[in-house]
């Protein structure tokens, strides 16, 4: 491989070349800025990036190899966070202007832990607003004049683009979910709970996950093994034990997968061109597949989710709206007010509510599919760029709190990506990614 | 010792002698039921007692022993159980009528793992209304004319009257503290999440406590023993290490403790007798106590457990509310009114707010202080029974989710027992019964 493809390298085998001795971190990270400066005046994925400071993290890595002493499993490695998620070294402004020169003196859980496995921040990618909905800078790197989605719409987009091998994200509603499926990329929200969210905004304590970009699926059970692990800091962070998500996801199934097709509620929303996509797929799959119906409580969870979103959203940006809500989106503030507005007996109904649904889930779960195959948003990303998309085929599985990733897997007739979400069990995280793989290569042997 | 008075055994001690085979559990049911005979006309502490159903269990008991199979720690010991707690062979009736013939099909968590122990379930005691304020017909053991407090009045009043050497309460405000406090007997309201509440009528996830009572300090460490542990049936329990409670509770304090005396805003409530009580009590104590004036935080703290005690209230009793509103009380009916108003934003602020009150209550442990003193009530046992007392001095305590426990110390010039209330920092529930040891000693020694 010629220095200049270095930039195409996956996390994975960027990391063993680096740890081989093979390519330096310092050259794949040069790789890197000289995408970012070939593609990013186009994408515009970043929200701070100081190639000076990524190179000199890369050199201090090489050092470190060089010294011989042991090295991580992402050692040298540059890794994309969305500028929700903290850092002590740089900026994290939110994507508001609220937050504008915001500098936390500490690394959030996660960037915490990719620094111990060796890697180097690249930098802060776009967010769209408080990751809410009012979009960012960020353009579609398969053609700039369409959403790459959002919110995190810098991350996806500096993957897709080949700036950074992997980035991390968050999801509320659809933000990586849908982001990866506009922009072509693997994105894996893991089941609530298992990756901290200390140190990263907090929109939704109910809601809010972790989400992780990459370009193969080795590299998503690469972090995830990295990433996953209790955190007293985060209260919904339990201790488990650790799962050995590479091993797992790199298997082989011990039977090929059944998946349960769920077309949802919101099937009429899907655009022709993507029920085709997903017809085809169906058809591939053959006896692989059952198209499942969901309970009617399952199309009265968006409300749910509505409604816990958008009561948490107005608690935790309560001192935005008291002092600057001037200064946020229209949009936003329409939501602040709807949600300021929702009683606490209507927010407690719609909490209780899941957990019946999730017992739904565990059992078809339990019955017969090894995962949910169904869109991860209407169809490719919308033109323009005044919206990221929407959100809805993703809010069902966030209230869940259930795995979701999105494969790109096919493609519009408009030459866009179009992802398909596979969903599992809470803490069904490993075998998904093992399912994902399996499939991948199925559709690949067609 | 006769057999007549084996009811005002511990339950150590009569564990101890049943596994010894120096008295059967028969014998000490027999006397147990014959001071309920005595005693319960006038104290009226059982919701359901089947007094063959408790020597069967009994006789079932001394079976399993002279078998020669190994016993658990309470084997063949008598235990009131609160009637909002679920038991499999007893109705469970909540203290209200919409739940009248209630017939569970399981047992909750903790009478399981007391089941597991080799208790005998002598029956179900008395509570308020749904575990709030409503009184049921329980009287104060010590003066009929005046009111057990509660919720948990026949826990409470059972104990002091010799009826069982040990029963199970619950908190949310301050329903096991207040009356062991008016009943003379030791409450304890063990850390928030210790102890699981799966199986036990919730009224507020957040404020819901398993509660404790026992005449001696033993009993408690000997039942928390047993009691504590993960259970993910319970949203708020964690897995934790086994602590050894009787064998910390047992030993000396290292040094003799420090006391911080907290009045509280409500100190102007407390009556002239109860406040020379504490006066007196810390002459005693002299360089071991000292005044502390808590932050202004902890003075609207009962504010915020109002807010989201009333909220969670209205959403976890809506399906009475719906169908039954006029079979509750006018108090409780009042109550659910002003929850079911009560906005999200409200809620989710004043929730917001205990993890840093939590925090400056750590530092002061951390500082200089081993436990907390402060009173229980703000006198003895009030005369009428159509009110339970006042449960203000508990709040912050139970909203922070800190072990509280009444000590029966004091009496008032009415003859009334008065309990002293210690609080201890989260998971320090075995040093606060060590610390509440060291002071019975202390105050004995006069």
Same mark, same amino acid.
């Given at each position: 491989?010629?220095?200049?493809?270095?930039?195409?390298?996956? $996390?994975?085998?960027?990391?063993?070349?680096?740890?081989?001795?093979?390519?330096?971190?310092?050259?794949?990270?040069?790789?890197?800025?000289?995408?970012?400066?070939?593609?990013?005046?186009?994408?515009?994925? &970043?929200?701070?990036?100081?190639?000076?400071?990524?190179?000199?993290?890369?050199?201090?890595?090489?050092?470190?190899?060089?010294?011989?002493?042991?090295?991580?499993?992402? @050692?040298?490695?540059?890794?994309?966070?969305?500028?929700? *998620?903290?850092?002590?070294?740089?900026?994290?402004?939110?994507?508001?202007?609220?937050?504008?020169?915001?500098? %936390?003196?500490?690394?959030?859980?996660?960037?915490?832990?990719?620094?111990?496995?060796?890697?180097? *921040?690249?930098?802060?990618?776009?967010?769209?607003?408080?990751?809410?909905?009012?979009?960012?800078?960020?353009?579609?790197?398969?053609?700039?004049?369409?959403?790459?989605?959002?919110?995190?719409?810098?991350?996806?987009?500096?993957?897709?683009?080949?700036?950074?091998?992997?980035?991390?994200?968050?999801?509320?509603?659809?933000?990586?979910?849908?982001?990866?499926?506009?922009?072509?990329?693997?994105?894996?929200?893991? /089941? @609530?709970?298992?990756?901290?969210?200390?140190?990263?905004?907090?929109?939704? #304590?109910?809601?809010?996950?972790?989400?992780?970009?990459?370009?193969? *699926?080795?590299?998503?059970?690469?972090?995830?093994?990295?990433?996953?692990?209790?955190?007293?800091? !985060?209260?919904?962070?339990?201790?488990?034990?650790?799962?050995?998500?590479?091993?797992?996801?790199?298997?082989?199934?011990?039977?090929?997968?059944?998946?349960?097709?769920?077309?949802?509620?919101? &099937? !009429?929303?899907?655009?022709?061109?993507?029920?085709?996509?997903?017809?085809?797929?169906?058809?591939?799959?053959?006896?692989?597949?059952?198209?499942?119906?969901?309970?009617?409580?399952?199309?009265?969870?968006?409300? &749910? @989710?509505?409604?816990?979103?958008?009561?948490?959203?107005?608690?935790?940006?309560?001192?935005? &709206?008291?002092?600057?809500?001037?200064?946020?989106?229209?949009?936003?503030?329409?939501?602040?007010?709807?949600?300021?507005?929702?009683?606490?007996?209507?927010?407690?109904?719609?909490?209780?509510?899941?957990?019946?649904?999730?017992?739904?889930?565990?059992?078809?779960?339990?019955?017969?599919?090894? $995962? *949910?195959? /169904?869109?991860?948003? %209407?169809?490719?990303?919308?033109?323009?760029?005044?919206?990221?998309?929407?959100?809805?085929?993703?809010?069902?599985?966030?209230?869940?709190?259930?795995?979701?990733?999105?494969? %790109?897997?096919?493609?519009?007739?408009?030459?866009?990506?179009?992802?398909?979400?596979?969903?599992?069990?809470?803490?069904? !995280?490993? #075998?998904?990614?093992?399912?994902?793989?399996?499939?991948?290569?199925?559709?690949?042997?067609?």
């Amino acid at each position: 491989m010629g220095l200049t493809n270095l930039h195409a390298l996956s $996390a994975t085998d960027a990391a063993r070349l680096i740890r081989d001795g093979v390519i330096s971190s310092e050259e794949l990270v040069q790789a890197c800025l000289a995408r970012v400066r070939e593609t990013d005046a186009r994408v515009q994925a &970043w929200a701070f990036l100081d190639p000076e400071y990524a190179l000199a993290q890369a050199r201090s890595a090489d050092e470190v190899r060089q010294s011989g002493q042991p090295v991580g499993s992402l @050692h040298g490695v540059p890794v994309g966070i969305k500028d929700i *998620i903290d850092t002590a070294d740089m900026p994290t402004e939110n994507g508001s202007v609220l937050c504008a020169g915001r500098t %936390p003196s500490r690394d959030a859980a996660v960037v915490a832990r990719l620094r111990a496995a060796g890697v180097v *921040i690249m930098g802060k990618t776009v967010t769209a607003e408080f990751a809410t909905r009012a979009p960012g800078k960020t353009r579609n790197p398969h053609n700039p004049a369409h959403t790459p989605g959002g919110s995190s719409s810098g991350s996806a987009a500096a993957v897709a683009a080949g700036m950074v091998p992997v980035a991390l994200g968050s999801q509320t509603g659809g933000s990586t979910v849908r982001p990866a499926s506009f922009c072509g990329v693997y994105g894996l929200k893991p /089941t @609530h709970g298992l990756v901290s969210r200390h140190g990263m905004f907090r929109l939704s #304590r109910t809601l809010d996950h972790v989400g992780l970009f990459a370009r193969t *699926i080795e590299d998503l059970a690469l972090l995830l093994e990295e990433l996953a692990g209790g955190d007293e800091r !985060d209260p919904d962070s339990r201790p488990r034990a650790r799962v050995p998500y590479r091993d797992v996801a790199g298997e082989a199934p011990p039977l090929p997968p059944m998946f349960a097709f769920v077309r949802t509620a919101l &099937w !009429d929303r899907v655009d022709v061109d993507a029920k085709e996509a997903f017809a085809e797929l169906c058809g591939h799959l053959g006896e692989r597949v059952e198209t499942v119906e969901l309970s009617e409580a399952a199309d009265e969870a968006s409300e &749910w @989710h509505r409604v816990i979103m958008e009561a948490e959203m107005a608690a935790n940006l309560s001192r935005e &709206w008291e002092t600057g809500r001037a200064r946020l989106s229209e949009s936003l503030r329409a939501r602040l007010e709807r949600g300021r507005e929702v009683r606490a007996l209507d927010y407690l109904r719609a909490l209780a509510r899941v957990p019946e649904l999730d017992a739904s889930f565990a059992e078809l779960f339990a019955q017969r599919y090894d $995962a *949910i195959l /169904t869109p991860a948003a %209407p169809g490719t990303a919308p033109e323009g760029l005044g919206s990221t998309g929407d959100p809805a085929f993703c809010t069902l599985w966030t209230l869940c709190g259930m795995p979701a990733l999105s494969v %790109p897997l096919m493609q519009g007739v408009n030459g866009l990506p179009l992802g398909v979400q596979l969903v599992g069990p809470r803490h069904g !995280d490993a #075998r998904l990614l093992r399912t994902a793989r399996w499939l991948v290569g199925h559709v690949a042997s067609r």
